[in-house]
């Protein structure tokens, strides 16, 4: 997979990744503008070219507040995502060329107020979606919020992807219509943050294609990549 062609896309209004883009966008500004005084800090998984957060932040009265932390592993997305935030004067952005999956990339910005789990859910395995879950009491503080996306195909995992989420003290703030072909999800986190686990995994990046097409075999497995242990 192309993964720096893979946005153009975005680039077509009425493209359902657009639509998404947007929606994701908008949970971005609430949780921006809900969030309490002083420095937030907030982190992007597969952050990509940074076009979820970063046209948010150029323009939301919280800016300057915000330290942010973009991790990506295509070089040509990484460059992308640079250069929208030197172009927006955004001085405390970091953008990150590594794997997202491994969670030593976050060390010093952990716990964040805000975190992106966009574009990949529907990336890697189930296994590996509820193991990122229970990371996340790892990458949040008490009240912070994830944003995060999964595609609505069947089988739809949304509903499950909540009950994870609920499980581990997230609280449902926002998720998409069940109608549309996109599914968007943010839950507040309502425990207490854990340290995080150096050397752990959160998932491997195995890709949508990869994944229909092992689905699709008479005997198609999720493989053997469970992240973080439950």
């Known amino acids: 997979m192309d993964w720096s062609r893979w946005h153009e896309q975005y680039d077509l209004a009425d493209s359902w990744l657009a639509r998404r883009l947007r929606t994701v966008q908008a949970r ?50 990484v460059a992308a995502a640079r250069e929208r935030a030197e172009a927006a004067g955004l ?3 970091e953008v990150v060329a590594g794997d997202a999956g491994l969670i030593d990339q976050y060390e010093g910005m952990a716990p964040a107020d805000l975190v992106l789990i966009c574009g990949v859910f529907g990336n890697i395995t189930d296994r590996a979606i509820e193991g990122t879950v229970a990371a996340c009491s790892r990458l949040c503080r008490t009240g912070a ?45 309502a425990g207490t943050p854990s340290p995080l686990r150096h050397g752990a995994r959160l998932f491997e990046f195995v890709g949508y294609d990869v994944l229909a097409k092992a689905a699709a075999e008479p005997h198609g497995s999720e493989g053997t990549d469970r992240g973080e242990p439950s």
Not at 159 to 186: K, M, N
């Open 28 to 77: 971005i500004d609430t949780a921006l503008s809900e969030a309490p005084e002083g420095e937030l800090k907030v982190i992007s998984l597969c952050a990509g070219e940074g076009r979820d957060l970063l046209p948010v932040l150029a323009r939301h009265p919280r800016r300057d507040d915000v330290r942010a932390r973009l991790v990506e592993l295509d070089p040509r997305n």
């Open 91 to 93: 001085r405390h952005v």
């Open 145 to 189: 919020t994830v944003v995060w996306t999964r595609h609505r195909g069947a089988p739809d995992l949304v509903p499950q992807i909540c009950a994870w989420f609920e499980a581990r003290d997230f609280e449902r703030r926002w998720l998409s219509p069940a109608d549309v072909t996109f599914g968007v999800g943010a839950h507040r986190f």
